[in-house]
């Protein structure tokens, strides 16, 4: 009875492993889908949404500069193309990354 119990806390264990281990790699440092997530809410609530090239919409200094914005994010800002790599960042199809069937998506 106590291997049947430690067996199934462990398959819950790994399987919580799992689910938050996916990352979303970009210009060579890697994020948690979670925080991925995160971003795209940031820059759908700024109304940085439409038709337009997102590289033209996203100011890089407004969202490195907000508080809201998952730490994760910090070292990328500081780097140059930062305003490339967040777009791409807010781009990434994310029901896609879930199933890592998406390349920039790793961890599954």
Same mark, same amino acid.
């Given at each position: 009875m106590k291997a049947a119990i430690a067996t199934v %806390?462990? &398959?819950?264990? %790994?399987?919580?492993?799992?689910? !938050? !281990? @996916? +990352? @979303?790699?970009? =210009?060579?440092?890697? $994020?948690? #889908?979670? %925080? @991925?997530?995160r971003l795209q809410a940031l820059v759908e609530s700024s109304g940085a949404?439409? +038709?337009? =090239? /997102?590289? $033209?919409?996203? =100011?890089?200094?407004?969202?490195? !500069?907000?508080p809201l914005l998952p730490q994760e $994010? &910090? /070292?990328l800002c500081k780097q140059r193309g930062a305003s !490339?790599? #967040? *777009?791409?960042? *807010?781009? @990434? /199809? &994310?029901?896609v990354c879930e199933i890592c069937a998406f390349a920039a998506c790793t961890g599954c």
């Open positions: %806390a462990l &398959l819950v264990l %790994a399987l919580g492993w799992t689910s !938050a !281990a @996916v +990352q @979303v790699k970009e =210009n060579g440092l890697s $994020f948690s #889908l979670e %925080a @991925v997530k949404t439409g +038709q337009q =090239n /997102p590289r $033209f919409r996203m =100011n890089t200094m407004s969202f490195c !500069a907000d $994010f &910090l /070292p !490339a790599s #967040l *777009a791409r960042l *807010a781009m @990434v /199809p &994310l029901d």
